[in-house]
């Protein structure tokens, strides 16, 4: 097969152990800027060109797009649904994955535990959407915020206040967040693919950060989770419509809570810390669903 990688860093690890992953099981790969792709969006022949050329032959793309270009990134991914070619997380899903607000709403929907979440507009709705998440400690995210950057730990109501009225007066979208005290800056990422957990480990924050994310100081150890922290994850990864993704998940008082569902997570960490290759069992997946395709034999996840 020839698969596409969608990723603007070849020179990061992810992107160097998915083509990597795809050699090994005899695929030709090849690693595509999303940014330097530009479409020719028609009813006859849809078509993506790239470096003066136009993208064809192409089986399978895996898309590594980055939180920065996201509309762009999605609409390159929607081309290559349009083209035919089998994508491992589609645009629709990786659109809902990024929008936090709607992520929550959709695991909300579906029932899936999570930390009591608050959302508002008006500076006046600051003193009861306080008290609606349990008051403080509290947590105050911006919704366009990434890997722990925009995520502030409010420790009393007065700071909490401060902290929103800043981020409303500054016209930014915000989430309030319940904290969970127990969880001790440290949560689980599980790598889901398809409806399997292949990894899972534990990460922990630097002393005097909640925070667990490694690039900020974390650090991570491998884990075992429990059944149900396992069904969570697989279920807030079909909430999405994902194929391959990172989950978050906080242990709580009252059980596992999912904290984020992310499309396109960062590989390095996991295999480095569990020792487990995530890259092998998302071309296993890819082949299994292109197959299926080929074959118009129903397609069993």
Same mark, same amino acid.
């Given at each position: 097969?020839?698969?596409?990688?969608?990723?603007?860093?070849?020179?990061?690890?992810?992107?160097?152990?998915?083509?990597?992953?795809?050699?090994?099981?005899?695929?030709?790969?090849?690693?595509?800027?999303?940014?330097?792709?530009?479409?020719?969006?028609?009813?006859?022949?849809?078509?993506?060109?790239?470096?003066?050329?136009?993208?064809?032959?192409?089986?399978?793309?895996?898309?590594?797009?980055?939180?920065?270009?996201?509309?762009?990134?999605?609409?390159?991914?929607?081309?290559?649904?349009?083209?035919?070619?089998?994508?491992?997380?589609?645009?629709?899903?990786?659109?809902?994955?990024?929008?936090?607000?709607?992520?929550?709403?959709?695991?909300?929907?579906?029932?899936?535990?999570?930390?009591?979440?608050?959302?508002?507009?008006?500076?006046?709705?600051?003193?009861?959407?306080?008290?609606?998440?349990?008051?403080?400690?509290?947590?105050?995210?911006?919704?366009?915020?990434?890997?722990?950057?925009?995520?502030?730990?409010?420790?009393?109501?007065?700071?909490?206040?401060?902290?929103? #009225?800043?981020?409303?007066?500054?016209?930014?979208?915000?989430?309030?967040?319940?904290?969970?005290?127990?969880?001790?800056?440290?949560?689980?990422?599980?790598?889901?693919?398809?409806?399997?957990?292949?990894?899972?480990?534990?990460?922990?924050?630097?002393?005097?950060?909640?925070?667990?994310?490694?690039?900020?100081?974390?650090?991570?150890?491998?884990?075992?989770?429990?059944?149900?922290?396992?069904?969570?994850?697989?279920?807030?990864?079909?909430?999405?419509?994902?194929?391959?993704?990172?989950?978050?998940?906080?242990?709580?008082?009252?059980?596992?809570?999912?904290? #984020?569902?992310?499309?396109?997570?960062?590989?390095?960490?996991?295999?480095?810390?569990?020792?487990?290759?995530?890259? #092998?069992?998302?071309?296993?997946?890819?082949?299994?669903?292109?197959?299926?395709?080929?074959?118009?034999?129903?397609?069993?996840?």
């Amino acid at each position: 097969m020839k698969i596409g990688i969608l990723s603007q860093f070849p020179q990061l690890y992810s992107t160097q152990r998915l083509v990597a992953a795809c050699e090994e099981r005899g695929h030709e790969a090849v690693v595509i800027n999303t940014l330097n792709c530009y479409m020719n969006i028609n009813s006859i022949k849809p078509s993506i060109h790239y470096e003066g050329e136009e993208l064809v032959g192409f089986d399978a793309i895996i898309p590594r797009i980055h939180a920065s270009v996201t509309f762009y990134g999605c609409a390159v991914v929607r081309q290559f649904e349009m083209m035919g070619v089998f994508v491992a997380n589609d645009s629709i899903s990786i659109a809902r994955s990024r929008d936090k607000l709607r992520a929550l709403q959709l695991l909300s929907r579906k029932g899936i535990g999570m930390p009591i979440t608050g959302f508002a507009n008006k500076p006046n709705d600051i003193p009861d959407l306080i008290n609606m998440v349990g008051g403080a400690p509290l947590v105050i995210k911006l919704l366009e915020g990434t890997q722990g950057i925009g995520v502030v730990l409010a420790e009393t109501k007065t700071a909490a206040e401060s902290v929103i #009225e800043a981020f409303l007066g500054l016209k930014a979208n915000i989430l309030v967040q319940e904290y969970i005290k127990e969880s001790n800056g440290s949560d689980i990422r599980c790598f889901v693919v398809g409806d399997k957990v292949v990894a899972s480990m534990k990460r922990q924050g630097p002393e005097g950060d909640f925070r667990s994310n490694l690039h900020l100081g974390g650090c991570g150890e491998k884990i075992k989770i429990t059944p149900e922290e396992r069904k969570m994850a697989v279920a807030a990864v079909k909430a999405m419509g994902l194929v391959v993704a990172g989950v978050d998940i906080l242990r709580s008082h009252r059980g596992p809570l999912i904290l #984020e569902v992310n499309s396109a997570p960062g590989i390095e960490g996991i295999e480095q810390t569990t020792g487990i290759s995530v890259t #092998e069992p998302i071309v296993e997946y890819i082949e299994k669903m292109v197959a299926a395709r080929k074959s118009n034999r129903p397609i069993i996840a």
